[in-house]
């Protein structure tokens, strides 16, 4: 069954040809959304195109046909298109749809297996899926010919998505839940800023150093030049290494750790943690600075983030 499955695929790649750049150029042009449409199993691959594309970057809903015939055609306008599924090309509940939309001038394509068809002669543009024996064993039960409308439908958004540009960040907004959200939380979105950051002059004296770990709770400090640079680090180890009585009277530079770690604003938390992790010794504060910084050079910290924002956000 999968090895027919895969031949069919295979097949069904090799068949492409500019009717999917027509496809893809129709999908595009649309201002408001695809509807998508199908019936009995072609239904179900339908609802997942569409929420394939919607995910995506590409604004699209799925309306039954058998809905669509009894007032839900009144969710279709001029602004939007129609992808309709169908491996007949003859199902009778699609023929209201089609009528529709040569009606109402909407832009259709549809997907079909059959070129003479009447959802292949009524199409803007139509995909045709190459002959393939079902896997079902009596030939009847639609498997191969959903794997391929499947597929199908899997690659128009993934080409409308690169075409659109669809960038990474979009991509976290449509999906907030779940482990996707959480593998593209940025360290943006959960680090400290503005007083919150631990930071103190170089020349502050250690006591006063104590008084910002203290007061901020993160266990450390940053230590920053007269331009306001990030050129160390003072740690709760960096105390305890310095212990003697003329502790306080040194100063935060003659304590602290030079160069310490620090990683960019749209970085994503993952990389934060895991240079918390994997770092000779572990630590649980990272400092953060602008995008645009420059990398070997001491730059203002914009931001702290703590491995307990990270395991909060879900990020592990």
Do not use: W
Not at 149 to 171: H, I, K, P, S
Not at 266 to 272: F, G, K, V, W, Y
């Amino acid at each position: 069954m999968l090895g027919l499955e895969a031949q069919a695929l295979s097949a069904l790649s090799s068949s492409i040809d500019g009717r999917f750049s027509a496809a893809v150029d129709l999908l595009l042009k649309v201002q408001g959304r695809v509807i998508v449409s199908g019936m009995g199993k072609s239904g179900h691959v339908g609802r997942k195109i569409a929420a394939t594309l919607a995910s995506t970057g590409t604004p699209a809903m799925f309306v039954h046909p058998g809905e669509a015939s009894h007032g839900d055609l009144g969710m279709i306008t001029a602004q939007d298109a129609a992808l309709l599924l169908s491996n007949s090309g003859e199902v009778r509940e699609l023929a209201d749809l089609i009528e529709y939309t040569r009606r109402f001038g909407v832009p259709m394509a549809g997907i079909t297996s059959n070129p003479q068809s009447t959802l292949a002669r009524n199409s803007d543009v139509a995909l045709i899926l190459p002959k393939a024996a079902e896997a079902c064993p009596m030939g009847l039960a639609p498997t191969t010919s959903t794997t391929m409308m499947l597929a199908l439908g899997d690659a128009l958004a993934v080409a409308l998505m690169e075409r659109r540009g669809f960038t990474q960040d979009q991509y976290r907004v449509f999906h907030p839940g779940g482990n996707l959200g959480r593998r593209l939380v940025r360290v943006s979105d959960i680090m400290h800023a503005g007083d919150e950051v631990p930071i103190v002059n170089r020349q502050l004296p250690v006591a006063d150093v104590l008084i910002t770990m203290t007061s901020k709770r993160f266990g450390c400090a940053g230590v920053c030049d007269a331009d306001q640079n990030l050129i160390g680090i003072v740690t709760d180890g960096d105390l305890r290494r310095h212990m003697s009585r003329g502790l306080l009277g040194l100063t935060a530079a003659d304590i602290m750790t030079p160069s310490p770690k620090t990683i960019r604003s749209s970085a994503l938390a993952a990389e934060a943690l895991r240079l918390m992790n994997q770092s000779e010794r572990p630590f649980t504060c990272l400092f953060v600075v602008a995008d645009d910084a420059v990398d070997g050079q001491a730059s203002p910290p914009v931001g702290i983030l703590h491995i307990h924002d990270c395991l909060r956000a879900g990020v592990a």
